[in-house]
């Protein structure tokens, strides 16, 4: 299984706000991460839209948690980000499966998806963000 990268995005953000007391705006964060602003304004906004980030507009504008870091599941952020309708063909895909019903692929698949994100419930921002001090130090050094 591989994650999308607005998930993989969106953590990365979440990790390097939770690093910082301060407002980071999606400029700084995609100068640092190396990313596209673009691809990292579209999650921002979505991050916004799920309540967890607060966004200020501005020159002095960007972007901090919304909660504490130990107030954010990390099983909910991969839930928001990913569409796992589609994981396959018979899990509520478009295409149907002529052998849809008489395998046991579906229950399979759909329990070790239960599995991973039951695994992701977890944890926490405060989990995954758990040297604060080393992330942004990395952060820092990235564009040196």
């Not at 980030?53 to 020159?59: D, H, I, K, S, Y």
């Not at 018979?90 to 698949?109: F, V, Y």
Request: hydrophobic content about 45%.
């Amino acid at each position: 299984m591989q994650l999308s990268l607005k998930t993989d995005y969106a953590l990365r953000m979440l990790m390097a706000l939770a690093s910082t007391d301060g407002i980071l705006s999606v400029d700084w964060m995609a100068e640092h991460y190396g990313i596209s602003r673009n691809h990292l304004a579209k999650v921002a906004q979505q991050l916004n839209a799920a309540g967890l980030v607060q966004t200020t507009r501005g020159r002095s504008g960007g972007m901090q948690l919304a909660r504490p870091p130990e107030a954010i599941n990390v099983g909910a952020v991969v839930r928001e980000f990913e569409r796992f309708e589609g994981f396959v063909a018979c899990m509520g895909g478009e295409a149907a499966c002529t052998i849809d019903g008489a395998c046991g692929l579906k229950p399979a698949l759909g329990g070790a998806l239960e599995a991973f994100l039951a695994h992701l419930d977890r944890f926490t921002l405060a989990d995954i963000a758990r040297k604060p001090d080393a992330i942004r130090q990395r952060l820092l050094a990235a564009t040196a």
